[in-house]
Protein backbone atom coordinates (compact mmCIF):
# COMPACT_ATOMS: atom_id res chain seq x y z
CA UNK A 1 0.00 0.00 0.00
CA UNK A 2 1.52 3.57 -0.57
CA UNK A 3 1.73 6.08 2.30
CA UNK A 4 -1.21 7.53 1.31
CA UNK A 5 -3.63 4.61 1.75
CA UNK A 6 -3.79 2.02 4.54
CA UNK A 7 -5.65 -1.40 4.63
CA UNK A 8 -7.14 -4.22 6.81
CA UNK A 9 -7.96 -8.02 5.73
CA UNK A 10 -9.08 -10.60 8.13
CA UNK A 11 -10.25 -14.40 7.07
CA UNK A 12 -11.75 -16.60 9.64
CA UNK A 13 -12.34 -20.16 8.82
CA UNK A 14 -11.96 -23.72 10.03
CA UNK A 15 -7.81 -24.41 11.18
CA UNK A 16 -7.33 -21.06 10.27
CA UNK A 17 -7.42 -17.10 11.18
CA UNK A 18 -5.49 -13.94 10.20
CA UNK A 19 -5.79 -10.14 10.59
CA UNK A 20 -3.20 -7.56 9.51
CA UNK A 21 -3.57 -3.42 9.58
CA UNK A 22 -1.80 -0.69 7.89
CA UNK A 23 -1.33 3.00 9.41
CA UNK A 24 -5.32 4.45 9.51
CA UNK A 25 -6.77 0.68 10.32
CA UNK A 26 -6.95 -1.09 13.34
CA UNK A 27 -9.42 -3.86 15.04
CA UNK A 28 -11.47 -1.08 16.90
CA UNK A 29 -11.15 1.51 14.82
CA UNK A 30 -14.25 2.31 12.66
CA UNK A 31 -14.50 2.63 8.97
CA UNK A 32 -17.50 2.98 6.30
CA UNK A 33 -18.76 0.31 4.36
CA UNK A 34 -20.71 1.89 1.30
CA UNK A 35 -22.67 -0.60 -0.31
CA UNK A 36 -22.28 -3.55 2.53
CA UNK A 37 -24.49 -1.26 4.28
CA UNK A 38 -26.96 -2.95 2.07
CA UNK A 39 -26.69 -5.86 3.24
CA UNK A 40 -27.86 -5.05 6.96
CA UNK A 41 -31.03 -2.83 5.58
CA UNK A 42 -32.07 -6.09 3.79
CA UNK A 43 -31.86 -8.37 6.50
CA UNK A 44 -33.49 -5.97 8.75
CA UNK A 45 -36.30 -5.76 6.08
CA UNK A 46 -36.32 -9.67 5.83
CA UNK A 47 -37.41 -9.76 10.08
CA UNK A 48 -40.02 -7.06 9.59
CA UNK A 49 -41.24 -9.70 7.07
CA UNK A 50 -40.48 -12.71 10.04
CA UNK A 51 -42.36 -10.33 12.27
CA UNK A 52 -45.75 -10.16 9.94
CA UNK A 53 -44.97 -6.26 9.63
CA UNK A 54 -44.64 -6.08 6.44
CA UNK A 55 -44.51 -8.36 3.21
CA UNK A 56 -42.07 -8.92 0.12
CA UNK A 57 -45.03 -7.23 -1.67
CA UNK A 58 -45.64 -4.28 0.21
CA UNK A 59 -45.68 -1.41 -1.82
CA UNK A 60 -43.53 1.43 -0.28
CA UNK A 61 -45.82 3.88 -1.63
CA UNK A 62 -48.35 2.59 1.11
CA UNK A 63 -45.30 2.45 4.03
CA UNK A 64 -44.65 6.34 2.70
CA UNK A 65 -47.67 7.43 2.61
CA UNK A 66 -47.81 9.49 5.94
CA UNK A 67 -45.09 12.12 4.14
CA UNK A 68 -45.76 11.82 0.87
CA UNK A 69 -47.11 15.15 -0.72
CA UNK A 70 -50.65 15.14 -1.56
CA UNK A 71 -50.47 15.87 -5.05
CA UNK A 72 -47.29 12.94 -5.80
CA UNK A 73 -48.24 9.39 -6.64
CA UNK A 74 -45.35 6.83 -5.51
CA UNK A 75 -44.81 4.23 -8.04
CA UNK A 76 -45.62 0.53 -7.34
CA UNK A 77 -42.70 -1.10 -6.48
CA UNK A 78 -42.32 -3.27 -3.77
CA UNK A 79 -40.45 -3.92 -1.17
CA UNK A 80 -38.70 -7.26 -2.64
CA UNK A 81 -38.01 -5.28 -5.79
CA UNK A 82 -35.65 -2.88 -3.68
CA UNK A 83 -34.10 -5.54 -2.41
CA UNK A 84 -33.27 -7.32 -5.76
CA UNK A 85 -32.49 -4.19 -7.30
CA UNK A 86 -35.59 -5.06 -10.06
CA UNK A 87 -37.70 -2.05 -9.29
CA UNK A 88 -36.53 0.02 -12.32
CA UNK A 89 -35.23 2.70 -10.56
CA UNK A 90 -31.50 4.20 -11.82
CA UNK A 91 -28.57 3.61 -9.58
CA UNK A 92 -28.57 7.39 -8.55
CA UNK A 93 -30.43 10.72 -9.64
CA UNK A 94 -29.28 12.40 -12.97
CA UNK A 95 -27.67 15.30 -11.37
CA UNK A 96 -26.04 13.01 -8.54
CA UNK A 97 -23.59 11.83 -11.08
CA UNK A 98 -22.30 15.07 -10.93
CA UNK A 99 -21.98 16.11 -7.51
CA UNK A 100 -18.67 14.30 -7.53
CA UNK A 101 -17.25 16.06 -3.70
CA UNK A 102 -21.01 14.50 -2.28
CA UNK A 103 -23.55 13.33 -4.01
CA UNK A 104 -25.64 11.75 -0.85
CA UNK A 105 -24.97 14.09 2.35
CA UNK A 106 -27.00 17.18 0.58
CA UNK A 107 -30.33 14.72 0.77
CA UNK A 108 -32.08 14.37 4.00
CA UNK A 109 -35.44 13.32 5.10
CA UNK A 110 -37.22 16.40 4.43
CA UNK A 111 -35.58 16.97 1.32
CA UNK A 112 -35.92 13.32 -0.33
CA UNK A 113 -39.46 13.61 0.79
CA UNK A 114 -39.60 17.13 -0.78
CA UNK A 115 -37.63 16.72 -4.28
CA UNK A 116 -37.22 12.83 -4.63
CA UNK A 117 -40.74 11.00 -3.91
CA UNK A 118 -42.39 13.16 -6.69
CA UNK A 119 -39.87 12.20 -9.46
CA UNK A 120 -39.69 8.52 -8.90
CA UNK A 121 -42.41 7.84 -11.65
CA UNK A 122 -40.57 9.78 -14.57
CA UNK A 123 -37.07 7.92 -13.11
CA UNK A 124 -38.28 4.44 -12.91
CA UNK A 125 -37.86 2.38 -16.10
CA UNK A 126 -40.89 0.10 -15.50
CA UNK A 127 -40.01 -2.25 -18.47
CA UNK A 128 -37.29 -3.11 -16.28
CA UNK A 129 -39.24 -4.25 -13.45
CA UNK A 130 -38.61 -7.69 -12.36
CA UNK A 131 -36.71 -8.50 -15.15
CA UNK A 132 -33.15 -7.55 -15.11
CA UNK A 133 -31.63 -6.26 -12.17
CA UNK A 134 -30.54 -2.46 -12.50
CA UNK A 135 -28.59 -1.62 -9.16
CA UNK A 136 -29.62 1.08 -7.73
CA UNK A 137 -28.38 3.15 -4.76
CA UNK A 138 -31.48 5.28 -5.31
CA UNK A 139 -33.48 2.06 -4.88
CA UNK A 140 -32.23 1.23 -1.13
CA UNK A 141 -32.30 4.99 -0.30
CA UNK A 142 -35.82 4.63 -1.06
CA UNK A 143 -36.47 1.49 1.29
CA UNK A 144 -34.58 3.19 3.67
CA UNK A 145 -36.57 5.97 4.01
CA UNK A 146 -39.70 3.56 3.91
CA UNK A 147 -38.64 1.61 6.83
CA UNK A 148 -38.13 4.60 8.71
CA UNK A 149 -41.48 6.03 8.43
CA UNK A 150 -42.91 2.87 8.45
CA UNK A 151 -41.45 1.80 12.13
CA UNK A 152 -41.26 5.07 13.17
CA UNK A 153 -37.44 5.33 13.91
CA UNK A 154 -34.31 5.91 12.08
CA UNK A 155 -33.72 3.09 9.50
CA UNK A 156 -30.55 2.43 11.57
CA UNK A 157 -32.19 1.36 14.68
CA UNK A 158 -34.01 -1.30 12.94
CA UNK A 159 -30.81 -2.70 12.07
CA UNK A 160 -29.15 -2.57 15.06
CA UNK A 161 -32.71 -3.98 16.62
CA UNK A 162 -32.94 -6.98 14.00
CA UNK A 163 -29.53 -7.83 12.67
CA UNK A 164 -26.76 -6.31 15.52
CA UNK A 165 -28.26 -7.40 18.29
CA UNK A 166 -29.49 -10.61 17.34
CA UNK A 167 -25.79 -11.22 16.23
CA UNK A 168 -24.74 -11.44 19.93
CA UNK A 169 -22.46 -7.42 18.86
CA UNK A 170 -22.66 -4.04 20.60
CA UNK A 171 -25.51 -1.79 18.99
CA UNK A 172 -23.22 0.82 19.76
CA UNK A 173 -20.13 -0.44 17.62
CA UNK A 174 -22.64 0.30 14.38
CA UNK A 175 -23.74 3.50 13.44
CA UNK A 176 -24.25 5.66 10.64
CA UNK A 177 -23.75 9.05 11.84
CA UNK A 178 -20.32 10.61 13.39
CA UNK A 179 -21.58 12.00 16.44
CA UNK A 180 -22.70 8.11 17.18
CA UNK A 181 -19.12 6.71 16.64
CA UNK A 182 -18.04 5.55 20.19
CA UNK A 183 -14.19 6.36 18.91
CA UNK A 184 -12.15 8.26 16.60
CA UNK A 185 -13.04 7.06 13.23
CA UNK A 186 -10.71 6.04 10.46
CA UNK A 187 -9.89 9.25 7.84
CA UNK A 188 -7.96 9.19 4.73
CA UNK A 189 -5.35 12.02 5.45
CA UNK A 190 -2.40 14.71 3.30
CA UNK A 191 0.89 13.97 3.73
CA UNK A 192 0.91 16.22 6.20
CA UNK A 193 -1.46 14.17 8.40
CA UNK A 194 -4.67 16.58 7.40
CA UNK A 195 -7.97 14.49 7.32
CA UNK A 196 -9.39 14.69 3.69
CA UNK A 197 -12.96 15.19 2.75
CA UNK A 198 -14.38 12.44 2.14
CA UNK A 199 -18.61 11.56 1.18
CA UNK A 200 -20.93 12.02 3.98
CA UNK A 201 -24.21 9.69 3.42
CA UNK A 202 -25.47 9.69 7.01
CA UNK A 203 -27.80 12.72 6.98
CA UNK A 204 -30.87 10.48 5.03
CA UNK A 205 -32.04 7.94 3.34
CA UNK A 206 -28.93 7.63 0.96
CA UNK A 207 -27.21 5.92 4.55
CA UNK A 208 -29.18 3.32 3.64
CA UNK A 209 -27.34 2.58 1.06
CA UNK A 210 -24.07 3.21 1.79
CA UNK A 211 -23.17 5.13 5.27
CA UNK A 212 -22.70 2.31 7.74
CA UNK A 213 -19.70 2.04 9.87
CA UNK A 214 -18.12 -0.76 11.95
CA UNK A 215 -15.00 -2.06 13.27
CA UNK A 216 -13.25 -4.15 11.48
CA UNK A 217 -13.49 -6.95 14.21
CA UNK A 218 -17.00 -5.83 14.71
CA UNK A 219 -17.84 -6.57 10.67
CA UNK A 220 -15.70 -10.01 11.41
CA UNK A 221 -18.63 -10.98 14.03
CA UNK A 222 -21.31 -9.96 12.13
CA UNK A 223 -20.63 -11.75 9.44
CA UNK A 224 -19.97 -14.96 11.51
CA UNK A 225 -23.73 -15.19 11.73
CA UNK A 226 -24.10 -14.88 8.37
CA UNK A 227 -23.22 -18.47 8.57
CA UNK A 228 -26.09 -19.89 11.12
CA UNK A 229 -28.73 -20.80 8.94
CA UNK A 230 -32.27 -18.68 9.14
CA UNK A 231 -30.44 -15.68 10.37
CA UNK A 232 -30.95 -12.16 9.42
CA UNK A 233 -27.44 -11.86 6.86
CA UNK A 234 -27.32 -15.23 5.69
CA UNK A 235 -27.39 -15.41 2.26
CA UNK A 236 -29.56 -18.59 1.93
CA UNK A 237 -32.38 -16.90 3.00
CA UNK A 238 -33.94 -14.87 -0.23
CA UNK A 239 -34.82 -12.36 -1.14
CA UNK A 240 -31.32 -10.43 0.36
CA UNK A 241 -28.76 -8.04 -0.90
CA UNK A 242 -25.87 -10.59 -1.39
CA UNK A 243 -23.72 -10.90 -4.56
CA UNK A 244 -22.09 -14.42 -6.54
CA UNK A 245 -22.99 -17.69 -6.77
CA UNK A 246 -23.83 -20.29 -3.87
CA UNK A 247 -22.04 -21.61 -2.30
CA UNK A 248 -19.36 -18.40 -1.86
CA UNK A 249 -21.27 -15.04 -1.50
CA UNK A 250 -19.83 -11.18 -1.42
CA UNK A 251 -20.41 -7.77 -1.37
CA UNK A 252 -18.26 -4.57 -2.45
CA UNK A 253 -18.66 -1.03 -1.28
CA UNK A 254 -17.66 2.48 -1.39
CA UNK A 255 -17.34 6.00 -0.91
CA UNK A 256 -14.97 8.01 -2.25
CA UNK A 257 -11.80 7.95 -0.03
CA UNK A 258 -12.91 4.56 1.61
CA UNK A 259 -14.23 0.65 0.24
CA UNK A 260 -14.70 -2.72 1.97
CA UNK A 261 -15.48 -6.46 0.58
CA UNK A 262 -16.96 -8.64 2.37
CA UNK A 263 -16.96 -12.59 1.41
CA UNK A 264 -18.88 -15.47 3.06
CA UNK A 265 -19.11 -19.70 1.95
CA UNK A 266 -21.36 -21.01 3.60
CA UNK A 267 -19.83 -24.49 2.43
CA UNK A 268 -16.70 -23.95 3.75
CA UNK A 269 -18.00 -21.95 6.77
CA UNK A 270 -15.34 -19.38 5.53
CA UNK A 271 -15.72 -15.20 5.96
CA UNK A 272 -13.19 -13.02 4.70
CA UNK A 273 -13.33 -9.18 4.81
CA UNK A 274 -11.60 -6.71 3.15
CA UNK A 275 -11.24 -2.82 3.65
CA UNK A 276 -9.53 0.17 1.88
CA UNK A 277 -8.77 3.97 3.49
CA UNK A 278 -7.48 6.68 0.86
CA UNK A 279 -5.62 5.80 -2.54
CA UNK A 280 -7.36 6.18 -5.75
CA UNK A 281 -10.68 8.18 -5.01
CA UNK A 282 -13.56 5.33 -5.25
CA UNK A 283 -11.85 2.71 -5.98
CA UNK A 284 -11.47 1.10 -2.43
CA UNK A 285 -13.55 -1.94 -2.95
CA UNK A 286 -11.84 -3.11 -5.79
CA UNK A 287 -8.02 -2.88 -4.26
CA UNK A 288 -10.12 -4.72 -1.02
CA UNK A 289 -10.93 -7.50 -3.26
CA UNK A 290 -8.06 -8.02 -4.73
CA UNK A 291 -6.29 -8.05 -1.13
CA UNK A 292 -8.53 -10.73 0.11
CA UNK A 293 -8.66 -12.57 -2.80
CA UNK A 294 -4.62 -12.69 -2.56
CA UNK A 295 -4.82 -13.36 1.26
CA UNK A 296 -7.67 -16.40 0.61
CA UNK A 297 -5.08 -17.67 -2.30
CA UNK A 298 -2.21 -17.71 0.41
CA UNK A 299 -4.44 -20.64 2.76
Do not use: C
Not at 140 to 158: D, F, H, M, Q, S
Request: glycine content about 10%; aromatic content about 6%.
Amino acid sequence: MSILSSAAVLVEGPGRSSATYGRWHGPDVPVVWGSVTKLFLAGAVGELVVRGDLTWDTRVSTMLAPVTPTDVTVPPVTVRQLVEHTSGLPRLLPEQMKMVQDPYGPYDDARFDAEILGRLADLRNESLADRAPLYSNLGYALLARAVTVATGKPWIEAVRELVVAPAGVDTAEVFVASGQAPRPRAQARTLRGKAQRDWNPASGPFGGASGLWASPTVMLALLRSALVEGAPLDPRRAPNAWEGAAPRHTVHGAIMRQGGYVVVDTEEQLIALGHVVGGTPGRGSEKAEKLVKAALKRG
